[in-house]
């Protein structure tokens, strides 16, 4: 794997590399298409530097609560704690890494909220930026891929890693940020064919949601790295996938009653 790479004489991870391209590509392509439905393309960026932000949060504050059983062990112990410098290193320890799930949340609420206060059309902001999320997580799964993170489990026909950061030994283990990579960016194009069409404006975020974690489901898997938290054979992506479908069931059926 190659975590890091070399950028003006400086180190910086593939992973925070390519989630810049990601974003920048989804900034441009976004913004592009804002013209095709009169939406204020300034207000667009914006709206996307918003998500973007709450992406951050939301990821970060995501990972340290799978991290609750460190935050319980931290404040039990807490009278041992020594100096600013080491609570510095607790606090990056517990909400160092990121979770998909609480950035994709956290973005679509800084996003709605900027939206309302900003007096702007939600259900067409959000029927111009979804097809753009699965885009981005693409991008963001072959940083993974690159940096060596979210791998798969053991499997003959995997590939090796070779990571200081994971591995201190050649380990083959089956590429799952390849495949869900791909898998978000057919999701990327479905979605884009689906708003090229005139489908599902009122509520194409939601089939978003719906498709993206029925596969994430499944992709949950052939994911190797359990410190992510296991509860009942299932991970913590998994159960917000759960939630997640029926949640979007559940706004099905209740707009189906509505009509009838």
Known sequence: MYPYITVFNKEITTYTLMTLIGVLVVEFLCVRKCKKYSFDDN???????????????????LYGLVNLPLIIQVFLHIDEIESYQTIIEIIQVIFGGSVFYGGLYGGILASYLYARKAKLDVKMASYIATPFIPLFHFFGRIGCFLYGCCFGIESKWGIFYLNHLFYLEPVRRFPVQLLEAGFNLVLFFLLLWLEKKGKFKNSILVLYLFVYALGR???EFL??????????????????????????????????????
């Open 43 to 61: 207000k667009m960026i914006v709206l996307l530097l918003f998500g973007a932000l709450g992406a951050f949060i939301g990821s970060h504050l």
């Open 217 to 219: 489901f499944f992709l």
């Open 223 to 260: 994911r190797g790295d359990t410190y992510r938290g296991i509860y009942f054979g299932l991970s913590t992506s998994q159960w917000i996938s759960i939630v997640t479908l029926l949640g979007c069931v559940i706004y099905y059926l209740s707009k189906r009653k509505k009509r009838v």
